[in-house]
């Protein structure tokens, strides 16, 4: 089959979308059926990958003039920015927040304007090539893990899409078939084990700490909260009748799934506690 560009304008066809830069940010951007993807760091290796993948899907399609929904369809774009509202709305966490952020930029950028009906197996594979092949600034490969996560918000965003109706339930259906890399199989780096930090440097780092800020720290050790559960300790929300005290947080990170949880406070972590007490019966311990 011709690639010539005239030939393929004699025949009524688009010509193939040219690598551009993007001067304001120096990536590269391609401009395909009407929608924008940026792709990289201009003359990166990355972003050549990034303008192949894309232009062969194109090209695979028909030479399609436009990819933006018709009618009452709604675009990607639509569906995460839709999505993006209720997560903000129901998830508090700026840490849950701040790891479906990325994940809806990326897909906005890749298929924003494509019908959110349309968007199916073969788009989110597409979308999980393009994780394992993006750097970081320093130049890091995304862990499997972190690719396999952002995948997993892509279909929650489509199943909260079909339990609002608008999208079918056939998409999410299609989606579910897109299986999670294995380590192993794939070219995405594993992320090393997470371990206990060593009582010496936490010693180290106490004796450098304001003493409000140190005693913080000593009493997060001791207790095993979380950092949320520490800074949001109210004393009205302790149980100081026995031997052990109770902390029983009104706002927890399993709360909104009906589970209760309480932190026991042993005689070394209540040491730290009573000289901020004092004689007051509310407000925040720290």
């Known amino acids: 089959k011709s690639r010539n560009p005239a030939s393929a304008r004699a025949r009524g066809e688009p010509r193939v979308p040219a690598y551009r830069l993007h001067r304001p940010s120096g990536r590269a951007v391609v401009?395909?059926?009407?929608?924008?993807?940026?792709?990289?760091?201009?003359?990166?290796?990355?972003?050549?990958?990034?303008?192949?993948?894309?232009?062969?899907?194109?090209?695979?399609?028909?030479?399609?003039?436009?990819?933006?929904?018709?009618?009452?369809?709604?675009?990607?774009s639509e569906?995460?920015?839709?999505?993006?509202?209720?997560?903000?709305a129901s998830y508090t966490s700026q840490t849950s927040q701040g790891t479906v952020a990325p994940t809806l930029r990326r897909l906005r950028r890749?298929?924003?304007?494509?019908?959110?009906?349309?968007?199916?197996?073969?788009r989110l594979r597409t979308f999980q090539e393009a994780l394992v092949q993006e750097r970081d600034g320093h130049g890091r490969a995304l862990?499997?893990?972190?690719?396999?996560?952002?995948?997993?918000?892509?279909?929650?965003c489509f199943r909260?899409?079909?339990?609002?109706e608008l999208v079918p339930p056939s998409t999410l259906h299609a989606l579910q078939a897109v299986e999670p890399l294995r380590m192993g199989r794939t070219t995405a780096p594993e992320t090393e084990?997470?371990?206990?930090?060593?009582?010496?440097?936490?010693?180290?780092?106490?004796?450098?700490?304001?003493?409000?800020?140190?005693?913080?720290?000593?009493?997060?050790?001791?207790?095993?909260?979380?950092p949320g559960e520490l800074c949001g300790l109210r004393i009205g929300e302790l149980d100081i009748s026995g031997?052990?005290?109770?902390?029983?947080p009104r706002k927890h990170k399993t709360a909104h799934?009906?589970?209760?949880?309480s932190i026991p406070i042993g005689p070394q972590a209540r040491v730290i506690l009573e000289r901020h007490l004092g004689m007051r019966t509310d407000g925040y311990m720290f």
Not at 110 to 122: I, M
Not at 145 to 152: A, D, E, G, Q, T
Not at 243 to 248: D, R
């Open 31 to 76: 401009t395909i059926a009407g929608q924008d993807h940026y792709l990289g760091a201009h003359g990166s290796a990355e972003s050549r990958a990034n303008y192949d993948r894309l232009v062969a899907e194109w090209l695979g399609q028909g030479r399609p003039r436009r990819t933006v929904a018709t009618g009452d369809d709604l675009t990607v």
């Open 79 to 88: 569906v995460v920015l839709a999505y993006w509202r209720y997560i903000k």
């Open 110 to 122: 890749l298929f924003g304007g494509l019908s959110a009906s349309d968007f199916g197996p073969r």
């Open 143 to 156: 862990s499997r893990r972190y690719i396999n996560r952002s995948v997993s918000w892509v279909k929650r």
């Open 160 to 164: 909260w899409a079909v339990a609002e």
């Open 193 to 226: 084990p997470i371990g206990p930090v060593s009582d010496a440097l936490i010693a180290a780092a106490v004796a450098e700490l304001p003493p409000v800020i140190a005693d913080m720290v000593r009493v997060q050790r001791l207790t095993g909260m979380r």
């Open 243 to 248: 031997e052990v005290w109770l902390y029983t």
């Open 257 to 261: 799934r009906g589970k209760s949880r």
